[in-house]
Every structure is written in structure tokens, then in C-alpha cells.
């Protein structure tokens, strides 16, 4: 029997990681979103003295705010420099070690191993939760969780052996718990989740104040001691300095309606629906379970319900922000869920004629139907489901990649002025180049940020100036004939447009093959057939048939054409269809289109056999 546990353990616990890795496997492919690029430079461009100074007086705004994830931060830039895939691997690391959390607190909690593997399976991965697998912005909930039930587990491990915990072990646990105050708000629910604790598990006998004022100081201890780090970390980062509750998106609207909306944000996203469940309906669901619980007799349910249910007032009166900012209250729902499948299933086949031959396969059978839904109803949620990292980050990707490649090195304190650029954020590109040149030195100027714009002789005293037309960079002011030669548009995003035939966008994941015939969107081919006026979209009906001869080179090879046609409903946008040859020089050749005697900038697509 210990054999086949033993084995049983394994083989859950390999498909737990099997699992995790199989949903989040593409974060190592992803880049930096807006929100990386702000936390990673105000981490790196401080002291390091000063970033050690915020996490020892957490209680005192700094200008880290969270200064422990700035720290996680800090630690991969130092390590790794400006490489997301470095950061991926990091916060993966993270995430499968508050998968073994959850499993060890579910575990205690529930007084069950199998709803601990359950737990552990629920929260390797939910669909509505995908920005914490692939969006490293979401580090500071990571880091968050990582700590806080870091400081769960230490403390659920000691009081388990049924003694107080000493002064020793209380430092500890205090240490831990700092940290997880200076990754995130959230944290300050620890004291509620002792308390809790202590109440269901280890019952006090209090007849009087003198037994009140004994558990205080014996059993209680970590969680009055915790209370007055709690008290003494909000009461300071609400008077002391700016903080984040000085931030518009981060002040609390303490009012019923606020409570709803953020409830129902995060309940509907739990439930994986489209659509806001009504305030009736969640009202609803949060009864039954409270039924369900204090009809039971199981401490596990009756903590959970009160933990998802109270944990969350850190953030249940800020504007909703995404699933994500729920992560530790998440725990409370899975607890609460695995209890219940466990409990409820072992009630259904005692009832069953025969339950002594089915009770030894009930936990395999409900780990694998679990499983099995899990692994259906998250299909969907993908990479791409993720914007702040699919468009903004894929846009920063081809921003740094275009940039370097014309300026592979930067003199230190070398000035450097973006005539055009695709940001409309002030600070962005200054941290893009600073941290991915490693220089805080350098000088980023803008010219859509300066009034008046730059002449030539300003321009001229530049060490570097950089033009940008339509998805492209260019080393030097590119000449009014390059803009209105004929070339691939792209998106708002950077994103060329460029298609498969059955339009699936041609990118790095799903490039163009040799001797394929692709779908580009370009501009300037000029007059079609019948006319179309200028500044007029293109008909549906007929089509608007090019009229000037068109040539495609692809890596210097000059290559057949199809259709040349006006994009119906668009204005300077034509549909040009052309084959890529079946041998070209690297991976992303460039193309060159050439029309009634002007050619266009080169633009690279990625192709691969």
C-alpha cells in the first residue's frame, strides 16, 4: 500500500508539472510590457543602499513603492541585463513554487494530500488568471503569494506540533512577512488567515479576560504580533511621503456599489464567463456556500469562505484591475473547492453499494475528471489572450530589435533624438533605451515632445538620431521619397500586415514557408482601375485594380505577383499578393516593392522552412 501511494504521488505530482508547464511554456517566448520596463528601471536606477533602506523601514513610502518585487527585479537586471527571457524563467520559477505552497497550506488545511494535489492542479493554471503566467508586470502578485504563503507554510509547519511559536521562529516569521508587505498591499490579510487559524484549528477556551489575555501571549502571539506590523505599515504608507494611495487608480471608493463591481469582476473571470454575472447572482453563490460550509462540519470550509471572503477588502474597493490582483484570495476558492469535491465524493461512495471495491479508485477518478476539465475548459485562454504582452510587448520586441540593430553600441552619455517614434507614453522609450543599452547615462530625446521641433543644426549635434515610418526605424531623417515610396503597413502595434492565405498572420510563431504566396498589405501603388479619388476608401464592388506596374524583390530575388488591388473599404491601402522564394538568405529577408518608378524602404518578414 505505501508502494502504490508512493507511486500515486509521483505520477500526480509529475502531471501537476506536466500541467503548469504545458499552459505557461510560451511566457519564455514573451517580452516586457510597459509596466516591466517602469519597476525595472526605477530598480535599477536607484542605489542599491536605497533599495535595501525601503525594505528594512517598509512601513515609509519610497520612491519603490513595493520595494521587495523592485528587489526580485533589480537582482534578474543585474544577473541577466535587459533579457526577458531570463525574467520569464525567473517568475515561472516562482510560480511553480507557489504551486508546492498551495499543496503544503491545502494539505494542512484540509488534513488531505489528495486535496492538496488538487489544489496544487487548480492553481497551476487558470485561463482568466493567464497574466500571471506570461506578464511579468504581474511580479508583484507573484512575488506576493510567493511570500505570504512562504510565511503560511513556516507557520502552519510550527503550530502544527501543537506548541507556541518562541521568539526565534517569530522572527522569522516576521522577516517573511515584511517581504510579502513590501511586494504588495495584499499581504496585510495575514494576521485574518492566523487568526482564522487559531479559531478553527487550535479552538482557545476564553471564559474570561485573564484567558484572553494567555492566548494573547502564548498561542495568539504571531497573530497579534503580525496585527501591529499590519497596523504600522498601513498607518505609514498613509502619512508619510507618496504612495500608491495617492495614485487616482489606486484610491479606495469605500461604498457598496465599488464592493459589487470588484466582486462580480472577479467572480465572473473565477467561473470562466464572458459576461458579468449579475449582483444577485454572485449574492447568491457566496450564501449557498455559506450554507454549505456551516452545515458541514469541516473547519476547512468554514475557513475558506471566511478567507476568500474577507482577504480580498485590500482590494475590493480600488478600480478592478484584472483577476490577477485576486491571486492570494484565489487560494480561499480552490481550498474551498478541492474541500468539498473530497469530502462531497467520499459522502457519495460511501452511500454506493460495493463502496469498499470503489473507495480505493475514488481518488484517481477525481483527480483525472478535475484534470480533464481543467485541461478543457483552459484551451482557449492562450499567450495571445494576454494584450499587454501579445501587442504592447510584441510592439517594444520590434521596437529594441530595430533600434539595436542600427546602433548596436552607444557611447556613454551619448544623445540620442527619436525624430518619430511609435509610443505615445513620455517615459518609455527612455527606459527601453537605458535599460537595454545598460547606460543610465544616455540622453533620450524626442521630437514629438519638443517644442519647437529640432532644426537641422540641433538635429545635426545629435550622436544619434533615429526616423520612424510605418512599423520602421531608420538611422538618420528619412527623405520625403523613402516615405512616399510603396511599402508593407503596419499596425499600431508594430505588427506587419502580412498574411497566410488563410490570413493568419505571418509572424515568428507562425512564419512564412519558401515558395508560399503571402497577403501584404501595402501602401502608394497609386491610381487603380476603376479611379478611386484621393482620399477616398477603395470600393467593395468592383475591386480597384492597380494600374501601374509592380515589382517585388524578396532577399534581392525578384519575385512572381498576384493580385494588386485596392483594400475595399481603405484609404492608401492595396492588397498585393506575392511568393516567397523557395531559397532565401536568413530568416527574415527583407522585401522591397518598387511602383511607377519609386521604391520603397526594405521591410524583413520572417520566413522559415
Request: glycine content about 6%; some cysteine; aromatic content about 14%.
Amino acid at each position: 500500500m505505501r508502494q502504490r501511494n508512493l507511486v500515486l504521488s509521483i505520477v500526480t505530482a509529475l502531471f501537476v508539472a506536466a500541467y503548469f508547464f504545458w499552459f505557461t511554456k510560451d511566457t519564455l517566448h514573451s517580452y516586457f510590457d510597459p509596466d516591466d520596463c517602469m519597476t525595472m528601471y526605477r530598480a535599477w536606477s536607484n542605489s542599491a543602499g536605497a533599495l535595501l533602506k525601503a525594505n528594512l523601514l517598509f512601513f515609509l513610502n519610497s520612491p519603490f513603492y513595493r520595494p521587495m518585487t523592485c528587489v526580485w527585479y533589480r537582482l534578474v537586471y543585474d544577473y541577466a541585463g535587459f533579457n526577458p527571457v531570463a525574467f520569464h524563467a525567473a517568475s515561472m520559477a516562482l510560480l511553480a513554487a507557489n504551486v508546492w505552497f498551495t499543496y503544503c497550506a491545502a494539505r494542512r488545511l484540509s488534513g488531505s494530500r489528495e486535496a492538496g494535489a488538487l489544489a496544487a492542479l487548480l492553481i497551476s493554471y487558470h485561463g482568466r488568471f493567464a497574466s500571471l503566467n506570461y506578464d511579468t508586470a504581474y511580479s508583484y502578485d507573484v512575488t506576493c503569494f510567493f511570500f505570504y504563503f512562504a510565511t503560511v507554510v513556516y507557520y502552519l509547519r510550527t503550530r502544527s506540533r501543537g506548541r507556541p511559536l518562541g521568539w526565534l521562529q517569530l522572527t522569522v516569521l516576521s522577516a517573511l512577512y515584511i517581504c510579502a508587505l513590501n511586494c504588495k498591499e495584499l499581504a496585510v490579510s495575514l494576521p485574518l488567515f492566523l487568526l482564522l487559524y487559531e479559531w478553527f484549528y487550535h479552538r482557545p477556551a476564553l471564559g474570561s479576560w485573564r484567558d484572553v489575555w494567555r492566548w494573547a501571549i502564548t498561542d495568539a502571539r504571531p497573530v497579534v504580533w503580525t496585527g501591529l506590523l499590519t497596523l504600522l505599515f498601513v498607518v505609514g504608507r498613509m502619512t508619510t511621503g507618496v504612495g500608491l494611495i495617492d495614485n487616482p487608480e489606486f484610491q479606495p471608493l469605500f461604498t457598496w456599489d465599488r464592493f459589487m463591481t470588484t466582486s462580480r469582476t472577479f467572480v465572473s473571470a473565477l467561473l470562466l464567463q464572458r459576461d458579468l454575472l449579475p449582483a444577485a447572482a454572485v449574492l447568491l453563490l457566496w450564501l449557498l456556500l455559506l450554507i454549505i460550509a456551516w452545515a458541514s462540519k469541516s473547519p476547512a470550509l468554514k475557513f475558506a469562505w471566511l478567507f476568500f471572503m474577507l482577504s480580498v477588502i485590500p482590494v475590493a474597493f480600488i478600480p478592478p484591475r484584472g483577476p490577477g490582483q485576486y491571486y492570494i484570495p484565489f487560494f480561499g476558492w480552490i481550498l474551498y473547492a478541492v474541500t468539498a469535491l473530497v469530502d462531497g465524493t467520499k459522502y457519495l461512495v460511501s452511500k454506493l453499494t460495493g463502496a469498499l471495491r470503489i473507495a480505493p479508485a475514488r481518488p484517481v477518478v477525481l483527480f483525472v475528471a478535475v484534470a480533464a476539465f481543467m485541461i478543457y475548459v483552459n484551451r482557449p485562454y492562450t499567450w495571445a489572450g494576454v494584450s499587454a504582452i501579445s501587442l504592447e510587448g510584441e510592439q517594444y520586441r520590434s521596437i529594441i530589435e530595430q533600434v539595436h540593430q542600427l546602433r548596436p553600441s552607444l557611447r556613454p552619455g551619448a544623445r540620442v533624438l527619436f525624430l518619430n517614434d511609435p509610443l505615445d507614453d513620455a517615459y518609455q522609450m527612455m527606459f527601453l533605451m537605458r535599460l537595454s543599452y545598460h547606460d543610465d547615462s544616455l540622453v533620450i530625446d524626442r521630437a514629438k515632445l519638443m517644442t519647437p521641433p529640432p532644426g537641422a543644426t540641433q538635429i545635426a549635434a545629435y550622436d544619434s538620431v533615429f526616423d520612424f515610418y510605418r512599423g520602421r526605424f531608420f538611422a538618420g531623417p528619412l527623405s520625403r521619397q523613402q516615405k512616399d515610396g510603396p511599402s508593407i503597413i503596419f499596425d499600431d502595434w508594430g505588427r506587419s500586415s502580412v498574411y497566410h492565405s488563410n490570413w493568419d498572420p505571418v509572424t515568428r510563431e507562425h512564419p512564412a514557408r519558401p515558395g508560399e504566396t503571402v497577403i501584404a498589405m501595402v501602401s502608394n501603388l497609386g491610381e487603380t482601375m476603376p479611379p478611386t479619388p484621393p482620399g477616398q476608401p477603395f470600393p467593395h464592388d468592383p475591386f480597384a485594380r492597380v494600374v501601374s506596374p509592380v515589382e517585388v524583390s524578396v532577399d534581392k530575388q525578384v519575385v512572381p505577383i498576384g493580385n494588386k488591388l485596392g483594400w475595399p473599404g481603405m484609404k492608401n491601402a492595396y492588397r498585393l499578393d506575392f511568393q516567397i522564394p523557395r531559397h532565401v538568405g536568413s530568416e527574415e529577408p527583407p522585401v522591397v516593392i518598387t511602383c511607377h518608378g519609386r521604391t520603397g524602404p526594405a521591410e524583413q518578414i520572417p520566413v522559415r522552412e
